[in-house]
């Protein structure tokens, strides 16, 4: 089999990851994967149950009961299935956004759901995005990319998108969360949020999406012959 194109797009919540990663896998005709609703899944799964994230013995107790598997409809949007149900939309709040990445620092979870990730880019040209894609779970990436924003800018986008779908939104809670988050991603003991010595950063926070995209796009066709 020929060898895969892997694109790691890793950085911290709110950096614009998903929106600029599922633009270019549309452009590049590539596979997009959200491994953040991956851990996702796994806490709202944990949070039916009632088991902390925090829990470690909870957690090791039923993570076994879990099957996650990933599916992509026509329109190429990507499906989180728990145990056969889709939950796609239900793993979309900040109660879950904390609690996975609380849970997301257990090695038992990250263990469980490193070849799941590793399997789509060994069969599909992918564009990954999450915190330890160029780090751990794809270290041989071909283009790995850093995304990042000042907090400011991040929480200020989150409230706009909250906004934008009828939410409701505070930007002083909306960035304290985000503070909180980054602080966790970064400072837990495996597979921390962190740049790979050889992924370019990208700031965006003055750039807009199709600046970003289009920086992107010229690493990408420096290192991947069309
Ligand atoms: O990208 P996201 O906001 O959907 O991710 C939710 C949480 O999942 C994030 O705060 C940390 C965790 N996560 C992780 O630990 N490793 C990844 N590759 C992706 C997400």
Known sequence: MAKTV???IDGPAGAGKSTIARKLAAELGYYYVDTGAIYRTVAYFLDL???SPK???GVSRYIDELTVEIEYDEAGKQHMI?????VTDEIRTPDISQKASLVSAH???RDMLLDMQRDVAKKHNVIMDGRDIGTVVLPRATVKI???ASAEVRAQRRCDEMLAKGQKANLQQVLKDIQ???HQDMTRAVAPLKQAKDAVKVDTSDLDIDGVVAAI???IAGKVKA
Do not use: P, S, Y
Not at 82 to 86: A, E, F, I, S, V
């Open 180 to 182: 909180q988050r980054d």
């Open 49 to 51: 149950l009632g088991i």
């Open 107 to 109: 090695a038992v979870v």
């Open 82 to 86: 728990m145990n056969g149900m889709d």
């Open 217 to 219: 796009k010229t690493i």
């Open 6 to 8: 892997t694109i790691a």
């Open 55 to 57: 829990d470690l013995d």
């Open 146 to 148: 850093f995304l990042t």
